[in-house]
């Protein structure tokens, strides 16, 4: 972005287009995406349990092997790399050059992805000690024998990946992210095909060659769209093309950042395993709550800021003034929706956790060790989602290193932090040893916080001040307290209802206090919502 501006100082600097619609698509998409995705938990938490077998630990253990895969060449690496480079030249009319450039994109991430499912599918027992060393047994095998399974299925996910990259250069957000969708249904489907009728060791391996034909099937349903995008697409492997080189370039921090933010997951896992049986699968199902405000606010508004962000035509100051304009009204948006979703997670994470998983095999317990795990997520949450957008002003910046720097120091700090926090914490305060898992998500929230505030020290050097008023974050903390009080005093008076009325009950209470809170200060963000809401009833 800085090259481009210091070559087109006589332009007229492109005037900012509004990207709530487009970040409405993308949280519709992943909204559908992500509820079939709890519904997906909700029938594996009762058919596979946590704490009561090894079926569940083994399935979320052995899916995040090959999820590495994913995260380090799908979606995050192609949108700071890919996207940049592809959307500037289809803004300049070059279409035949971009059609090249995701050809070659196209062809290179296959052949790399192709090596390393075979690699990872030989290799799959020597991966275990590294990932859970505190799986044995039959525990072990099965874990081993799962993550050859998944392996073929994170290949096809980085390709859908590619198809997302090209979608969203060209606004087609819906799609890109209602895809998966696909993939949940196909898990959902064996689940309530298979999951009364097999016991839980047979049904976790039905189960992770469900995940393999959804993801084809996400693949598949991008790819006509795509190619009406890319009319004579070829793939090749022409790497010294220069805007593929660029891509290539960009690619290489981003593919480490991934890398580092990945090893920070798979600590957790790693030292997960080394607590009590079924804290690996617990922290695996609070996963899917509490990425959901991350991924519908903190994702959307991200992924539909990016293209815009990349587009910018102008002189320096002119573009720094445009991406501040930008960045600033997403802040905001963000902050509306994932400040409560972090109070809702502290006060009312029983009940969250009861509605969409305590039945069948999943116990009291377990519901009360996923409330600690969410609780400790609510540290971090709104420094996380942030962070994302911050991440994407650089690479729509062409930097893409500066987030890899800090990336690292958040990793060194969760690593550090997330071992004091679940093995000797628990011991030396005299806790039980489960609650070492709501360590793990508290760590990485001071973690998250540190490297949101480095991330938006430097950009405020480079392009002015950003970030939320304060007065604007204690309007809106003050509103999801108050929701939160009002929510816990009827949750104590209606517990004995059943469990989904009860959720409806306490969450519907939370939800309408908290706008009405919003709406009575006079937040401009629980009008436009309001509005919204109006003009499509």
Known sequence: MTATASTSRTSVPTKPRGTGGAAALVAAGILASRLLGVVRQSLMARYLGATTGIAADAFMAAFKIPNLLQNLFGEGALSASFIPVYTNLVARGEREE????????????????????????????????????????????LTVTLTRVFFPGAGLFVLSAWCLGVLNSHRRFFLSYAAPVLWNVAMIAALLGFGGRQERIPLAITLAWASVVGAGLQFLVQLPTVLRLLPGLRLSLDHRRANVRRVLTNFTPVFFSRGIVQVSAYVDQLLASLLPQGMVALLGYAVTIYTLPVSLFGISISAAELP????????????????????????????????????????????????????????????????????????????????????????????????????????????????????????????????????????????????????????????????????????????????????????????????LLLGAVVLGAFAGVYGAMTLALRIPEARALLNRVNARR
């Open 308 to 499: 815009e962000m990349s587009s910018v035509v102008g002189t320096e100051s002119e573009t720094a003034a445009m991406l501040r304009t930008r960045l600033n009204a997403g802040l905001r948006r963000i902050a509306f929706f994932v400040i409560p979703s972090a109070a809702a997670f502290f006060a009312l994470g029983d009940v969250i956790a009861e509605v969409l998983f305590q039945s069948g095999r999943f116990t009291r317990t377990d519901t009360i060790y996923t409330w600690g795990i969410l609780a400790g997520s609510a540290v971090g949450l709104l420094a996380s989602t942030l962070g994302r957008l911050y991440s994407s002003t650089y690479y729509a910046l062409h930097d893409t290193r500066t987030p890899l720097r800090f990336a690292i120091v958040r990793v060194i700090l969760t690593t550090v932090l997330g071992y004091l926090f679940a093995i000797p914490l628990p011991r030396i305060v005299g806790v039980d040893t489960h609650w070492g898992a709501a360590g793990l998500t508290v760590s990485a929230g001071i973690a998250g916080w540190i490297e949101f505030l480095l991330l938006r020290s430097r950009l405020n050097r480079r392009i002015g001040s950003t970030g939320l008023p304060g007065s604007y974050v204690a309007m809106l903390w003050a509103s999801a307290v108050a929701a939160a009080i009002v929510a816990v005093l009827i949750h104590r008076g209606v517990g004995s209802l059943h469990r």
């Open 98 to 141: 971009a059609n090249r450039v995701a050809g070659a994109v196209a062809a290179i991430l296959a052949l790399v992805t192709a090596g390393l499912v075979l690699l990872g599918v030989l290799l799959a027992p020597y991966l275990i000690p590294v990932i859970a060393p505190g799986f044995t047994g039959a525990k072990r095998e």
